[in-house]
């Protein structure tokens, strides 16, 4: 087992744990951060979860050809919610924020300078315009986020809409996974649901809305026009799909969604960032008897981590995975391979760290 793509073990529905670990092992500045400038002795002992996080994302990288047991580790982060009851099946995406925060809280006290590597990482923001009807009066609301939920429409498109935000080759391979054979003519004309795609998760979300407010001109209540736009590009982009409904009813949207290999923001954005995916976890299975597993590139190369399970897979397979959180790293930070005859790939380059959050030297 080569660095970085290592099997960890199951330790009883512990796999919403180890997506989320193998996920943040494929997150550049983190790997530099844990590989590179934190060491064991910087840690101060207090700091539990980063020690234990440290020495893991240590093993995932290692030459060493290991199976890695980390009990210590999920011992540690059943501690971090009430929610995360030992051996029990849990959201991915909730521990995935709950792990973010309490990291970045021991990473900001080992080094309290006030650099956020999380925030630095994976922080983006959109801007609503919020516009009266009436008198026109403009407010604007940031709205940062960390990762973006996405719903999933309930009305798919068709499959033109795809066409012109997709690449050919994808939408070929949605044609292709949804009947064997394909023509556009025989979707735009029946009624059957067409493909859904991350675009259009996208596009319902930074839709206009419209919303009674007070508006400080008019100075009551008006009907305003919500439009929200994307102003602040996260390096790395993390996007989940609100698959799991908990209500009276409580169910799981098993639609599978597309994600394409290349993102560009340029639909909702006039910053026009293009991001190159690096990370799916897929969920599988029903909303309490479920299974999370994910799918990494590392350097051109696909592979499936799926706890003991380590493979190296196709494009085609991580494209017709039932997406639940998607990762991707801006291309402006990566280094473009070009490959003969096939697409080139955008690998990660090292970035310089922020000296305010390299170690200090001993006084
Ligand atoms: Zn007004």
């Known amino acids: 087992m080569e660095p970085g793509v290592k099997e960890i073990q199951n330790l009883k529905n512990t796999c919403y744990i180890n997506s989320i670990v193998q996920l943040l092992a494929h997150v550049w500045p983190l790997k530099q951060v844990f590989c590179e400038v934190l060491t064991k002795e910087t840690i101060p002992e ?40 030992p051996k029990t099946q849990q959201d991915c995406q909730e521990f995935l924020m709950v792990f973010l925060d309490k990291l970045d809280q021991e990473l900001m006290n080992s080094h309290p300078q006030g650099f956020s590597i999380i925030s630095d990482t994976f922080k983006g923001a959109f801007t609503n315009e919020i516009k009266c009807t009436v008198c026109s009066f403009t407010t604007e609301k940031i709205e940062p986020f960390l990762q973006l939920d996405l719903s999933i429409p309930e009305n798919a498109p068709s499959i033109r809409t795809i066409d012109c935000l997709m690449s050919a080759k994808e939408t070929m391979m949605i044609s292709d996974s949804q009947h064997g054979l394909f023509s556009p003519l025989i979707s735009v004309f029946s009624k059957e649901k067409a493909t859904l795609n991350l675009y259009y998760c996208l596009k319902a979300f930074f839709q206009e809305q419209n ?29 989940s799909l609100k698959r799991f409904k908990y209500n009276f009813w409580s169910s799981k949207v098993s ?45 051109g190369q696909w592979w499936l981590l799926d706890d003991s399970k380590v493979e190296k897979v196709s494009w085609e397979d991580v494209f017709n995975a039932q997406t639940y959180i998607c990762m991707y790293v801006r291309k402006d930070l990566c280094q473009r391979i070009p490959i003969e005859g096939s697409e080139s790939i955008y690998c990660h380059k090292n970035i310089s760290m922020p000296s305010r959050f390299m170690p200090r030297n001993e006084e």
């Open 46 to 85: 207090n700091l539990e979860l980063l020690a234990l996080f440290h020495q893991l994302y240590n093993e995932i990288w290692s030459e060493n050809s290991i199976r890695i047991k980390p009990k210590a580790f999920v011992e540690k982060c059943y501690t971090l919610s009430p929610y995360f009851v």
């Open 211 to 239: 919303t009674e407010a007070y508006c400080q001109q008019c100075q009551c209540e008006k009907l305003h026009i919500i439009h929200p736009k994307f102003t602040e590009p996260p390096k790395y982009f993390l996007i």
């Open 255 to 299: 639609d599978k969604v597309f994600v394409p290999k290349n993102l560009n923001l340029a639909h909702f954005s006039s910053l026009g960032f293009e991001y190159s995916l690096c990370a799916v976890i897929e969920h599988s299975g029903f909303l309490f008897r479920g299974h999370y597993k994910i799918y990494v590139n590392k350097l």
